[in-house]
């Protein structure tokens, strides 16, 4: 079966510092992988999708990026966060229709 | 266009109660509409999905009812209980860039089932 792993579980980090996050996906190749990010009592904003290895759209302008280095592999990255980048950061494997969520990342910025 | 609204933004009901989550779209193109459940801290969980060529799908305690002249999509919880209690988002999905699908996200209802 599939699992999807997320890394660290909380985080807290001053503003200006640097930011990677990442997300792992068990028992399947190449799947469509996803970033969001919810902010707190709201629904989740589509960040980053990926269809390949170095292959990654951006939804959302933003000091945020991401990498997929390998196929099952997909990081989430800031050179510099900014207050209004704390948030519930979430990754989600996709199979075709059906997108499966991890359980997230939480991210205070300081 | 791309919106999809959930009403209502939150619910209480009794333990036993039936919940209805609705939820409504203008995009025909949209051809897949799933269902989460999030507790919170951790990620949403799916729960139920359904294509726009069928009317109603029933997986255990929950059923989807869809309206496709009406654009419009609920969810129901039967003899709801306590353990219900969660945040429950409605999504719909497109094809994206030719090879992924986007999921637009309503924007969730939370639900108290009290006991």
């Known amino acids: 079966s599939q699992t999807i792993h997320q890394w660290p579980a909380t985080l807290v980090q001053p503003v200006g510092s640097p930011l990677s996050l990442e997300c792992t996906v068990e028992?399947?190749?190449?799947?469509?992988l996803y970033w969001y990010r919810q902010a707190a009592g709201r629904g989740l904003q589509l960040l980053f999708y990926?269809?390949?290895?170095?292959?990654i759209s951006s939804e959302v302008p933003q000091n945020l990026s991401a990498s997929r280095p390998q196929d099952r592999q997909f990081i989430l990255s800031s050179k510099k966060l900014l207050l209004s980048d704390s948030g519930f950061y979430l990754c989600?494997?996709?199979?075709?229709?059906?997108?499966?969520f991890g359980p997230g990342t939480r991210l205070t910025v300081t | 266009q791309q919106q999809v609204k959930q009403s209502p933004q939150s619910l209480i009901v009794q333990k036993g109660g039936i919940p209805i989550i609705n939820c409504a779209y203008e995009?025909?193109?949209?051809?897949?509409f799933p269902w989460y459940q999030q507790f919170p801290g951790k990620g949403p969980a799916l729960l139920i999905a359904?294509?726009?060529?069928?009317s109603e799908k029933k997986e255990g305690r929950f059923t989807i009812s869809f309206n496709k002249s009406a654009k419009q999509f609920s969810l129901h919880i039967m003899d709801s209980q306590p353990g219900d209690s969660a945040t429950y988002f409605c999504?719909?999905?497109?094809?994206?860039?030719?090879?992924?699908?986007?999921?637009?996200f309503g924007t969730g209802t939370l639900l108290a089932v009290q006991p």
């Open positions: 989600a494997w996709s199979p075709v229709y059906e997108q499966y």
């Open positions: 028992g399947t190749s190449n799947p469509n």
């Open positions: 990926s269809v390949g290895i170095g292959q």
């Open positions: 995009n025909t193109a949209f051809d897949y």
């Open positions: 359904i294509r726009p060529d069928v």
């Open positions: 999504a719909a999905s497109i094809r994206y860039g030719g090879a992924t699908n986007k999921l637009i």
